[in-house]
């Protein structure tokens, strides 16, 4: 019987697996870039995730409470992060939980600021005893009131600090402050700031200004 070399190394395969260092390389290689590409995805996720939750996010309009401004089943995208450095402003479009159910989002215009003084009569709006010029809501369009609803025809009320009046562009057909009363600014997701689709009326947001 042979001795085997005292300085011989040794190691030991799974059966069948050959010794080839190149190959073996070249495995590893494979694993690193498959894991670099999962690291990538998880890290983009991520990056998306925390977009989706504080900057901005996408909503489909619902319904046709917004219209001519919003129609039923167009995309816009939600700026969260800018009420966190300011104070919404009167006539700018917002996202909303639903005061009856806060796992529905509503989108409205603000029309009435903390300290404002809101009335509606003859189908006019009227902030601080002075007349609400609002073309987008169409010619010829009033402002009605809702029977049993927040708002009374001639009826003046002051919005609470902390709180907004909001209404719907669609004054017949559209549930709002009118109907729910003021929504506290805790109940604000964000401002709409851009529709994309559809493309032939994607663009910035803006807003109007009053001569009030």
């Known amino acids: 019987m042979n001795n085997p070399d005292k300085n011989e190394s040794a190691w030991v395969t799974e059966p069948g697996e050959e010794q080839n260092p190149q190959k073996k390389s070249l495995f590893f290689k494979g694993v690193e870039l498959v894991f670099d590409f ?22 489909q309009v619902k319904g046709n409470s917004m219209y001519p401004t919003y129609k039923d089943k167009e995309y816009i995208l939600t700026d969260k992060i800018s009420y966190k450095f300011r104070s919404p ?15 529905i989002d509503f989108i409205k215009r603000i029309i009435g600021l903390p300290g404002d003084k809101i009335k509606i009569a003859d189908g006019h709006v009227y902030v601080n005893d002075g007349e609400l010029s609002e073309t987008y809501v169409g010619a010829g369009i009033d402002t009605p009131v809702f029977p049993g609803g927040f708002i009374q025809e001639n009826v003046e009320v002051i919005i609470p600090p902390e709180h907004f009046f909001v209404m719907g562009d ?20 964000g401002r709409v700031v851009f529709r994309y689709y559809p493309f032939s009326e994607a663009g910035i947001v803006v807003t109007p200004e009053y001569n009030l």
């Open 89 to 103: 402003e009167r006539g700018e479009i917002i996202i909303l939980k639903s005061p009856k159910n806060p796992d």
């Open 38 to 59: 999962l690291q990538s995805i998880a890290l983009g996720g991520a990056f998306f995730i925390v977009i989706y939750l504080f900057v901005v996010q996408p909503h």
């Open 170 to 189: 669609n004054r017949p057909g559209s549930s709002d402050s009118r109907e729910f009363g003021f929504v506290p600014f805790a109940n604000i997701i």
